[in-house]
């Protein structure tokens, strides 16, 4: 099966574009700049740790520090999206971002930082991300009515900021203080923030009972584990995580670095990138009536990435796939993403996408753990070829399930 036997091209448009709505221009304004700092992140605080005598080890801890707390309290945070509306709890994390920035660029201009205080302030960081991400599904439905043109349009962006973000940290690095990128960071983040704020008015549907947390997050799994299709989509996305997430980022960057040198791997990164700006593209234009199923086939075409560095494929065909992987996995997120929000009651979706979040993410850690003693003991190719197997299956069992083939496009 292909996207082409389940998706058309869209009938002329009924609903209005979102760029139309003053409200969404300012949401896509804030979440742009938003991606853009964490786009510029990692190379910022990687040249910060080395830079301070700290090594690949202090890189390592500083990164957990960081998401740690978003895997221990991305739950909390949807139950407080939930309670006090999703714009008010990622205005108050975008505030805590900034100042963890600011911070940490005076203590890397004007003392000796030490590790304990990166990764205290990394922490912060993680803690404040996981308040924001949990929100972010329950803005989109409020600020337009093609829901769907808007993640595709929120998707673009985020490849746009992958790409420029790092490129950014390290021109930022270079001709200024490592201090400099962090304020640009701390800049970006702010910028997020006063874009939400007038945000905070929208009529939004409110938990407003005396339940206990506990309660609340029992409801939020509740309203989870009651629709088949969600908890078969994160039980098998969750397997692809452990299987090819977690062992394609560090194994693949490795193997790439080690047969087309660092230009190339640059190369490589720069296809991908581009590929996620197509397959938001044909987020806007492609409206499958069962937007899982086309999904997760787009997803099938994604098994080809880890696969050109197993097989040591030619640069121009890793090029390719690398575009086409990008691309699938652009188009992927658009039909989930429009799926959950259409789906989920507004009273719910921070708590449900929580779940999500947390489900996604919680196991790709653990994958890139177990990456090199089991690379070492089989050898990174021999992994990636399982990986991508698994990982087939995993889309196959997500195929199989009827709850997933019979959710279809809401208007």
């Given at each position: 099966?292909?996207?082409?036997?389940?998706?058309?091209?869209?009938?002329?448009?009924?609903?209005?574009?979102?760029?139309?709505?003053?409200?969404?221009?300012?949401?896509?304004?804030?979440?742009?700049?938003?991606?853009?700092?964490?786009?510029?992140?990692?190379?910022?605080?990687?040249?910060?740790?080395?830079?301070?005598?700290?090594?690949?080890?202090?890189?390592?801890?500083?990164?957990?520090?960081?998401?740690?707390?978003?895997?221990?309290?991305?739950?909390?945070?949807?139950?407080?999206?939930?309670?006090?509306?999703?714009?008010?709890?990622?205005?108050?994390?975008?505030?805590?971002?900034?100042?963890?920035?600011?911070?940490?660029?005076?203590?890397?201009?004007?003392?000796?930082?030490?590790?304990?205080?990166?990764?205290?302030?990394?922490?912060?960081?993680?803690?404040?991300?996981?308040?924001?991400?949990?929100?972010?599904?329950?803005?989109?439905?409020?600020?337009?009515?093609?829901?769907?043109?808007?993640?595709?349009?929120?998707?673009?962006?985020?490849?746009?900021?992958?790409?420029?973000?790092?490129?950014?940290?390290?021109?930022?690095?270079?001709?200024?203080?490592?201090?400099?990128?962090?304020?640009?960071?701390?800049?970006?983040?702010?910028?997020?923030?006063?874009?939400?704020?007038?945000?905070?008015?929208?009529?939004?549907?409110?938990?407003?009972?005396?339940?206990?947390?506990?309660?609340?997050?029992?409801?939020?799994?509740?309203?989870?584990?009651?629709?088949?299709?969600?908890?078969?989509?994160?039980?098998?996305?969750?397997?692809?995580?452990?299987?090819?997430?977690?062992?394609?980022?560090?194994?693949?960057?490795?193997?790439?670095?080690?047969?087309?040198?660092?230009?190339?791997?640059?190369?490589?990164?720069?296809?991908?990138?581009?590929?996620?700006?197509?397959?938001?593209?044909?987020?806007?234009?492609?409206?499958?009536?069962?937007?899982?199923?086309?999904?997760?086939?787009?997803?099938?075409?994604?098994?080809?990435?880890?696969?050109?560095?197993?097989?040591?494929?030619?640069?121009?065909?890793?090029?390719?796939?690398?575009?086409?992987?990008?691309?699938?996995?652009?188009?992927?997120?658009?039909?989930?993403?429009?799926?959950?929000?259409?789906?989920?009651?507004l009273k719910v979706l921070g708590r449900v996408s929580a779940y999500d979040v947390a489900g996604s993410i919680l196991v790709i850690p653990l994958g890139r753990a177990l990456s090199g003693p089991v690379s070492n003991?089989?050898?990174?190719?021999?992994?990636?070829?399982?990986?991508?197997?698994?990982?087939?299956?995993?889309?196959?069992?997500?195929?199989?399930?009827?709850?997933?083939?019979?959710?279809?496009?809401?208007?």
């Open positions: 099966m292909t996207i082409d036997e389940t998706a058309a091209p869209a009938a002329p448009a009924t609903l209005p574009s979102p760029w139309r709505s003053p409200l969404f221009r300012l949401f896509f304004t804030a979440r742009s700049a938003s991606l853009l700092a964490d786009g510029m992140l990692m190379v910022s605080l990687t040249t910060a740790v080395l830079g301070t005598g700290f090594g690949a080890s202090g890189v390592g801890y500083a990164l957990a520090a960081w998401m740690a707390p978003v895997v221990l309290l991305v739950l909390f945070g949807g139950i407080l999206a939930d309670r006090f509306s999703p714009q008010v709890m990622m205005v108050g994390a975008d505030v805590v971002r900034m100042a963890a920035m600011l911070t940490l660029a005076a203590l890397l201009a004007f003392t000796h930082v030490r590790l304990w205080e990166i990764m205290a302030l990394m922490a912060l960081s993680g803690a404040a991300t996981a308040m924001f991400q949990p929100g972010l599904a329950g803005i989109v439905p409020q600020i337009t009515e093609d829901i769907q043109q808007a993640n595709a349009l929120l998707r673009i962006s985020e490849a746009v900021s992958t790409l420029l973000g790092p490129g950014l940290a390290g021109l930022l690095v270079a001709t200024w203080q490592v201090a400099g990128s962090f304020l640009v960071i701390a800049a970006a983040f702010a910028v997020s923030a006063l874009g939400l704020l007038p945000l905070r008015r929208l009529a939004t549907v409110r938990d407003d009972s005396d339940d206990p947390m506990w309660h609340r997050l029992a409801t939020g799994w509740q309203e989870f584990r009651s629709r088949a299709w969600l908890w078969g989509v994160i039980a098998a996305w969750s397997a692809y995580g452990l299987f090819v997430f977690g062992p394609a980022i560090p194994l693949c960057a490795t193997l790439l670095t080690q047969q087309h040198g660092s230009s190339g791997y640059g190369w490589i990164a720069s296809a991908d990138g581009a590929g996620t700006i197509v397959g938001g593209l044909l987020g806007l234009r492609l409206r499958p009536r069962r937007p899982l199923v086309a999904g997760a086939c787009a997803m099938l075409v994604f098994s080809l990435n880890p696969l050109a560095p197993a097989l040591g494929w030619s640069l121009p065909v890793t090029l390719a796939t690398g575009a086409v992987a990008g691309c699938a996995y652009a188009f992927w997120g658009v039909m989930w993403s429009t799926t959950v929000q259409s789906q989920i009651p003991a089989f050898g990174a190719s021999h992994v990636l070829l399982a990986g991508t197997a698994l990982g087939v299956l995993c889309l196959l069992a997500m195929l199989a399930l009827p709850a997933v083939r019979g959710v279809t496009r809401t208007p």
